[in-house]
């Protein structure tokens, strides 16, 4: 039996980031810029610094712990490690300085499209030149080195949003079986239920009664039933859950935007357009004009007595909107979810995830990965959106 309470506990020993002291508060300009092209464990030392105290420097140092225990997970006590220098570095600093977190996140990913786009903007430069082929390589290179470190940020993005909620990722499942069963305690459902709105968290709970038989109000004889399912089918729900978390999101916040337009749209006729604009705030934020408002609005915008619960909302879509909405909108997270699932689901002598064996937990663990999941793409829509304000993603053109 697993017991998950302490997992986000930050041990000293773990990470070490080594920053100047004083009695008076820093001005951080952020920490260092780590190098792309390293890699190795055990001690990192970088060799930009950070600027503190008035440009006094010191090297940070960042020290991973190598020996985890069975069901434990080295230095940030998740199923996936960070691959890049870029996200060993901002793992030190979510261990050790959280409340830093953000902003050494911000800093770095604006290095990593300078990055890019530097060595992009010498490859045109180049082309005419003999060079050609080598800065064409060097910035496909680079390219690769940006694309795994924003990966890795995305996802300490969404490792942050579970510690804030209190709620330990689920351990590599192989680590954590015994005997063939699997239970995971505590089961953290207020926590992770908490994220959403109830008319979300009524789809997610038919969603749970759907992939587990597990009825929306079942007693606690219920909840601890054992059930067996097989490790590969475990996996296929899991991924299938964060797919559902984040269309929800996606679909919520498309549903709540074009309740508030209709009921713009609405107050437009009543010949309110002024007041309206400045307590809704959409002037130029979403027409463009005040002149385009009444054109757009006309059969674009539903009347409010059209639009009625998110359920509704969501039956009536178009085939191809809904698919839309529950594709991932870039490729760095198709990868961050297939990385992330091979990490928790695979098998640690053979490394695959197709698994067939068959595992007995009971439907309060499934419960429990399940909500994980969708809370896992629900945080990941909203990571994906932020980090696409600062460093362009690259657009998933799977459909």
């Known amino acids: 039996m697993l017991l998950m309470e302490n997992c986000l506990i930050h041990h000293p020993h773990h990470a070490l980031l080594t920053l100047p002291s004083s009695s008076h508060k820093p001005h951080f300009r952020f920490f260092t810029r780590p190098?792309?092209?390293?890699?190795?464990?055990?001690?990192t030392s970088f060799s930009s610094?950070?600027?503190?105290?008035?440009?006094?420097?010191?090297r940070p140092?960042?020290?991973?712990?190598?020996?985890?225990?069975?069901?434990?997970?080295?230095?940030?006590?998740?199923?996936?490690?960070?691959?890049?220098?870029?996200?060993?570095?901002?793992?030190?600093?979510?261990?050790?300085?959280?409340?830093?977190?953000?902003?050494?996140v911000g800093e770095e990913l604006k290095l990593l499209a300078e990055d890019r786009d530097a060595a992009h903007a010498r490859m045109l430069l180049g082309s005419a030149s003999d060079e050609a082929l080598?800065?064409?390589?060097?910035?496909?290179?680079?390219?690769?080195?940006?694309?795994?470190?924003?990966?890795?940020?995305?996802?300490l993005l969404v490792f942050y949003k579970f510690s804030e909620i209190r709620v330990p990722l689920v351990p590599k499942l192989s680590s954590c079986l015994y005997n063939g069963r699997l239970e995971i305690l505590p089961s953290k459902d207020w926590e992770l239920e908490s994220i959403h709105s109830l008319e979300v968290l009524d789809m997610i709970r038919e969603h749970i009664t759907t992939v587990t038989g597990l009825r929306a109000k079942s007693s606690v004889t219920e909840c601890w039933a054992t059930t067996q399912v097989r490790q590969c089918l475990l996996a296929r729900v899991?991924?299938?859950?964060?797919?559902?978390?984040?269309?929800?999101?996606?679909?919520s916040l498309r549903y709540h935007l074009e309740r508030n337009l209709s009921l713009a749209n609405h107050d437009l006729h009543l010949g309110h357009r002024t007041s309206l604009m400045s307590s809704y705030g959409f002037k130029d934020a979403i027409f463009g004009h005040l002149s385009h408002m009444p054109s757009i609005?006309?059969?674009l915008i539903r009347a409010e007595e059209d639009i009625e619960d998110l359920k509704c909302y969501v039956m009536s879509f178009h085939p191809g909107s809904l698919q839309r909405c529950a594709r991932l909108r870039s490729k760095e997270a198709v990868n961050l979810v297939g990385s992330y699932s091979c990490a928790l689901f695979s098998d640690m002598e053979s490394g695959s995830v197709e698994n067939?064996?068959?595992?007995?937990?009971?439907?309060?663990s499934l419960k429990r990965l399940v909500l994980e999941a969708v809370a896992f793409g629900s945080f990941l829509w909203e990571t994906e959106d932020y980090i696409d304000n600062v460093y362009k993603l690259k657009d998933d053109q799977v459909v």
């Open 35 to 43: 190098d792309l092209g390293g890699g190795g464990g055990g001690v």
């Open 297 to 299: 609005g006309q059969g």
């Open 134 to 155: 080598l800065h064409r390589r060097i910035a496909q290179v680079k390219e690769n080195q940006c694309q795994i470190a924003v990966e890795d940020v995305m996802y």
């Open 356 to 364: 067939d064996d068959v595992i007995l937990t009971s439907f309060s």
């Open 49 to 58: 610094s950070c600027l503190l105290h008035h440009s006094h420097r010191r």
């Open 61 to 104: 140092l960042i020290r991973a712990s190598a020996g985890a225990s069975h069901c434990e997970f080295s230095s940030l006590n998740s199923p996936l490690e960070p691959r890049s220098m870029v996200g060993k570095f901002l793992s030190g600093v979510l261990q050790n300085h959280p409340q830093m977190f953000h902003v050494a």
């Open 238 to 251: 899991y991924v299938a859950s964060i797919l559902y978390g984040y269309f929800l999101k996606s679909v």
